[in-house]
């Protein structure tokens, strides 16, 4: 189960909801995840907030997990990261260069050692883009290209292996492709090559 505040004002839109500050996003999210969070591994959930209230709710029917995985999203330092460190499974940052990942995960670690948690507990991943080429990344991402640049591999083959191996290097348990429509097959079958020669 992913969860974030939310950030693309047009999808609120899109379904008549408030897009309120992002104050107040962070504020519902760290509400919300608490809710969600014993609803999904508690028989009954009472919660009082400013935001969200419950009542002996039930989550019914259950997960056929046992423990559903709940991950957050984003790379905000201040909240962001500390509610990560209060209820995530995992937590996943996108688009930034292994150095900043490293980072955030440090920041991630201080906040878990603030709240008395042991920072093993939460899965680390970073999403990156994949373009081959200049054009690939423009055609992807058009204005957020220059934004999104330091999180999305590309070059030669090994370059690409490279920087995966320096996500992994800084922490990430897992490196997720973030592919955006329409997809470049052939892209993805040069990136499965290329990481198959390192297996």
């Given at each position: 189960?992913?969860?974030?505040?939310?950030?693309?004002?047009?999808?609120?839109?899109?379904?008549?909801?408030?897009?309120?500050?992002?104050g107040?996003?962070?504020?519902?999210?760290?509400?919300?995840?608490?809710?969600?969070?014993?609803?999904?591994?508690?028989?009954?959930?009472t919660?009082?907030?400013?935001?969200?209230?419950?009542?002996?709710?039930?989550?019914?029917?259950?997960?056929l997990?046992?423990?559903?995985?709940?991950?957050?999203?984003?790379?905000?330092?201040?909240?962001?990261?500390?509610?990560?460190?209060?209820?995530?499974?995992?937590?996943?940052?996108?688009?930034?260069?292994?150095?900043?990942?490293?980072?955030?995960?440090?920041?991630?670690?201080?906040?878990?050692?603030?709240?008395?948690?042991?920072?093993?507990?939460?899965?680390?991943?970073?999403?990156?883009?994949?373009?081959?080429?200049?054009?690939?990344?423009?055609?992807?991402?058009?204005?957020?290209?220059?934004?999104?640049?330091?999180?999305?591999?590309?070059?030669s083959?090994?370059?690409?292996?490279?920087?995966?191996g320096?996500?992994?290097?800084?922490?990430?348990?897992?490196?997720?492709?973030?592919?955006?429509?329409?997809?470049?097959?052939?892209?993805?079958?040069?990136?499965?090559?290329?990481?198959?020669?390192?297996?």
């Amino acid at each position: 189960m992913g969860i974030g505040a939310g950030w693309a004002e047009v999808e609120y839109q899109a379904y008549g909801i408030d897009f309120p500050s992002i104050g107040t996003r962070m504020d519902q999210l760290e509400e919300g995840i608490a809710v969600l969070r014993g609803l999904l591994h508690d028989e009954e959930t009472t919660f009082d907030g400013k935001w969200f209230t419950t009542r002996a709710a039930r989550n019914e029917p259950r997960p056929l997990q046992a423990k559903l995985p709940i991950w957050v999203g984003g790379g905000g330092e201040k909240r962001t990261l500390r509610i990560a460190a209060r209820f995530a499974d995992g937590w996943n940052v996108p688009f930034v260069d292994p150095a900043t990942f490293a980072a955030k995960r440090e920041v991630l670690h201080r906040h878990c050692d603030d709240v008395g948690r042991d920072p093993a507990e939460i899965r680390c991943a970073v999403n990156v883009g994949l373009a081959w080429s200049e054009e690939s990344l423009h055609q992807q991402f058009g204005l957020l290209a220059p934004r999104v640049r330091p999180g999305v591999l590309g070059g030669s083959v090994q370059e690409v292996v490279d920087r995966v191996g320096e996500y992994v290097a800084a922490g990430a348990g897992q490196v997720n492709l973030a592919l955006r429509a329409p997809f470049d097959v052939d892209a993805l079958e040069q990136f499965s090559a290329a990481m198959a020669l390192t297996a």
